[in-house]
């Protein structure tokens, strides 16, 4: 029997994120950073695989990482399954802590 796994995807602006000090604290010391997004009524903790500079301005941040809990699950409302993870692909300015994300499910 061969079954196939739908892949959960949404994206959307970040409304509220951490300064650059935390984002380096995240990528050295496996801290966890929390992001306001657009279109979740709770923050979602993430923590950051890569942590890639998007220009010379050491401002600007392309961030690879994974949430850790339910909160997607939660806040769109379908159930876990066992080893789902939601994998996190940002965009994000540090110093206007605004920028653009998607998340999908592996």
Excluded at 8 to 22: H, M, R, T, V
Excluded at 62 to 72: A, F, K, R
Aim: glycine share 10%; with cysteine; charged share 25%.
């Amino acid at each position: 029997m061969v079954t196939t796994t739908q892949i959960l995807k949404k994206e959307g602006n970040i409304l509220e994120g951490p300064g650059k000090w935390d984002l380096a604290s995240a990528i050295m010391d496996g801290k966890e950073v929390v992001f306001t997004l657009e279109g979740f009524l709770n923050r979602v903790i993430v923590c950051i695989d890569t942590l890639q500079r998007e220009d010379g301005s050491s401002q600007s941040w392309n961030i690879l990482g994974w949430v850790p809990d339910s909160t997607v699950h939660k806040e769109l409302g379908i159930p876990r399954t066992p080893y789902q993870t939601w994998r996190v692909d940002f965009y994000y300015h540090s110093g206007r802590r605004k920028g653009y994300y998607e998340i999908a499910t592996e």
